[in-house]
């Protein structure tokens, strides 16, 4: 049988949790750009509204590293310049993300806000930084540059709000093997950075407040394995760390995290270096801090209310119009939308390693949403000692992630991460499907609530945190298993509000 299957498939981190999973997001890239540090020019912070507003004309602003912002493209404010200040051979990584039906264009300019220059590079879009389109330029000379965010030239509105993260990465010289005083995004924005033999430690400074919760993810790339630590209150290369996380070295892309709760306000050193050995590659690593994500900033309010008790059974048969039109006429979804995706005829996904891996639906790129309908078919050709076959959704970048799962050993999960905390964990044995056969897969997604049904019977109902992200094809195996799963799709769509 000839079954399509994309070589962009994407690995997750998975531990268990309750028995079977506990997910946490860190996309693993194919490729990345050697780069070096953040400079401490500015303390991460939520995303602020920008500044000097005209009643019509661009809006002006500045941005410092570190920092994220919220704006609005309007008729009468339909471009907004932001300032950056950098040194000769600093690296910009700037993303900015629109609102669900809004699809914003950014620039990099040279020159002022006020008077930008000519253009040096676009955003463009980069499987590393989720559904963000980002800029990622390394600059000749001292000087100002300017950052410009505008409608884009896809299908949709013109008009919309708009999160923009500045990541910065500069080039210092090392003082005994350590780059220091640099600053992370503390809303999951990925920073690329480099162990080599000349500097072996990068240190980032968080200044923070008690009852902070930061977590923090590394991924090692080019024969890198990394290690994690956290030093309190100053820094210094022999400091014993309050907590540390080594990844681990059998691994083709290793990966540590770290969950830490600040016990009093002050400064903490966040160092990233190379676990036991002399491994040299580059990293990605993300911080999150409560939870933060670029996709809250933009959460719309929630204009449609599902009953209070979903119905135990639905009908998931005929033409996708006509199965929404059913679910409308029950109150159970709003009126519109539009049919998002049709999953190709014996979609599958193969896996032998631990870990979760995903795969867009239509094969091309990820078909994303923030309410929707899935209803997919999926069966197992071959199953691992402990795995699970199903749908990725909310799929935004690091540390944040959704999914529903049926397990080979009869178990239903459904789960989200968001940064640190986990708003659903669920896991219980099911009796609405048989592993390995024919089973449907119906999620109906509106606002915080997410309804789990199996083969037209509801699983559960629950409450998450609501994000515009990818809905993906998914397959997970447990721990150490070492045998092959298949997760095959054979028919299914998504139908986006």
């Not at 008690?210 to 890198?224: A, E, H, P, R, W």
Request: glycine fraction near 10%.
């Amino acid at each position: 049988m000839n079954r399509p299957m994309s070589v962009h498939s994407r690995s997750f981190l998975v531990l268990p949790i309750l028995g079977f999973f506990a997910i946490i997001l860190s996309i693993f890239p194919g490729n990345a750009q050697a780069a070096s540090h953040l400079p401490a020019q500015a303390a991460t912070q939520a995303p602020t509204q920008a500044g000097t507003q005209a009643p019509s004309g661009p809006v002006l602003d500045k941005l410092n590293p570190g920092e994220s912002k919220l704006g609005t493209i309007s008729a009468q404010n339909t471009e907004y310049r932001y300032a950056i200040d950098v040194k000769a051979s600093d690296q910009v990584l700037a993303g900015v993300t629109g609102d669900e039906g809004f699809t914003p264009a950014m620039e990099l300019h040279a020159g002022a806000a006020d008077k930008p220059g000519s253009q040096l590079t676009i955003g463009l879009a980069n499987p590393i930084f989720g559904s963000s389109l980002v800029v990622n330029y390394t600059f000749p000379k001292d000087g100002i540059y300017t950052l410009v965010i505008k409608p884009g030239y896809a299908k949709g509105s013109k008009v919309g709000r708009f999160v923009i993260t500045y990541g910065l990465v500069t080039f210092k010289k090392p003082t005994n093997g350590t780059a220091q005083g640099d600053v992370l995004p503390s809303n999951g924005f990925p920073i690329i950075g480099t162990i080599a033999n000349t500097v072996i430690r990068n240190v980032y400074k968080y200044d923070g407040k008690q009852g902070d919760k930061l977590f923090l993810v590394i991924t090692g790339l080019n024969g890198l394995v990394p290690s994690l630590s956290i030093q309190k209150d100053t820094y210094s290369d022999d400091g014993t760390p309050v907590i540390s996380q080594d990844a681990p070295v059998a691994s083709t892309q290793p990966q540590a995290s770290l969950t830490y709760a600040l016990p009093t306000d002050g400064s903490y050193y966040i160092v990233v270096s190379r676990a036991k050995g002399t491994s040299i590659g580059q990293y990605i690593v993300t911080l999150t801090v409560n939870g933060a994500s670029v996709q809250d900033e933009l959460t719309p309010p929630n204009t449609f209310t599902q009953p209070s008790q979903m119905p135990n059974k639905i009908d998931t048969t005929g033409d996708p119009s006509v199965m929404i039109g059913r679910l409308r006429d029950q109150g159970l979804v709003p009126d519109g939308g539009e049919l998002a995706a049709n999953v190709p005829a014996n979609l599958f996904i193969e896996a032998s390693t631990p870990g979760l891996k995903t795969l867009p639906l239509n094969l091309q790129e990820d078909v994303s949403a923030r309410n929707f309908v899935a209803n997919v078919q999926v069966s197992w050709t071959q199953a691992g000692d402990t795995s699970a076959c199903g749908l990725a959704f909310w799929s935004v970048g690091s540390s944040e992630f959704a999914a529903a799962l049926i397990g080979n050993d009869s178990a239903a999960t459904l789960l989200q991460r968001s940064g640190t905390t986990f708003p659903i964990q669920y896991i219980l044995p099911s009796t609405l499907y048989t592993p390995g056969k024919l089973t449907t897969i119906t999620l109906i997604v509106v606002g915080d609530n997410v309804s789990f049904y199996i083969n037209g019977q509801l699983q559960t109902s629950l409450q998450g945190k609501s994000k515009y992200g990818a809905i993906q094809a998914a397959l997970g195996n447990l721990g150490n298993n070492t045998k092959l799963t298949v997760c095959n799709y054979p028919a299914g769509w998504v139908w986006r509000f």
